[in-house]
């Protein structure tokens, strides 16, 4: 079965507390991306990544740092999370047809 | 940067009832996708429309592509109480590099 999985789910922090959040999928995809969501503004390309060891920058990607070492794994970084990256992160891939696959979504709060 | 306005936000409809929601760019646009999230849920892929007024239908959802290529809708005949959730549209810039819209939120009464 194709899927997007992530990890955690759910996750509380305090401001400054290094974290990562991971992205991992079957499908052999070789595009992968970070969104986050929030209320009134929509899902927004934090980075992106066309291939292993080849990332860009998405619309907003200040505070975020992202790897690609393997092409099934594209990890989200927060060096050093603040109140304003809380948000639901999505991570999603792309094969080359029409459809961007998400994974189920990963709800982040700092405080 | 490129931008895609979705109008109404929220909508509120009794089952049975239609529902349209609209997507408009200032900015001509390659091809325009839709999706749909259910209420805790990740977005869907439903549909991308490539041509100049091009139509598409699935069911009863029925999406438009602008002969401008700058605005595009979706159409629901007859809502379902399945059919709630938050409806995006997403310019995609290239690559799969999408630019959502904010999005409309569909509640649906039974």
């Known amino acids: 079965e194709a899927q997007v999985t992530q990890n955690p789910r759910y996750l509380i922090t305090v401001t400054g507390k290094k974290l990562t959040v991971t992205c991992s999928q079957n499908?052999?995809?070789?595009?992968m991306s970070w969104y986050r969501q929030d209320p009134g503004l929509g899902l927004r390309q934090i980075y992106y990544?066309?291939?292993?060891?080849?990332?860009d920058k998405g619309d907003v990607p200040e505070g975020y740092k992202v790897s690609r070492k393997e092409k099934r794994n594209f990890p989200l970084i927060l060096e050093s999370p603040s109140p304003n990256q809380t948000s639901l992160y999505f991570c999603?891939?792309?094969?080359?047809?029409?459809?961007?696959?998400f994974g189920p979504g990963t709800r982040l709060l700092v405080l | 940067g490129q931008q895609v306005m979705q109008i109404p936000q929220y909508q509120h409809v009794q089952e049975g009832e239609d529902f349209t929601t609209y997507c408009n760019s200032s900015?001509?646009?390659?091809?325009i996708q839709w999706y749909k999230q259910r209420p805790g849920g990740h977005p869907v892929f439903l549909i991308q429309?490539?041509?100049?007024?091009e139509v598409k239908k699935q069911k009863r959802l029925t999406f438009q592509f602008g002969e401008a290529k700058k605005n595009s809708s979706l159409h629901i005949t007859a809502t379902q109480t399945t059919d709630v959730g938050t409806y995006f549209c997403?310019?995609?810039?290239?690559?799969?590099?999408?630019?959502f819209g904010t999005g409309t939120r569909l509640l649906v009464s039974p």
């Open positions: 999603a891939t792309w094969g080359g047809g029409e459809t961007q696959y």
């Open positions: 499908m052999n995809h070789e595009y």
């Open positions: 990544s066309m291939n292993v060891e080849v990332t």
């Open positions: 900015t001509t646009l390659s091809n």
């Open positions: 429309l490539v041509k100049s007024g």
């Open positions: 997403a310019m995609n810039t290239g690559f799969q590099k999408l630019v």
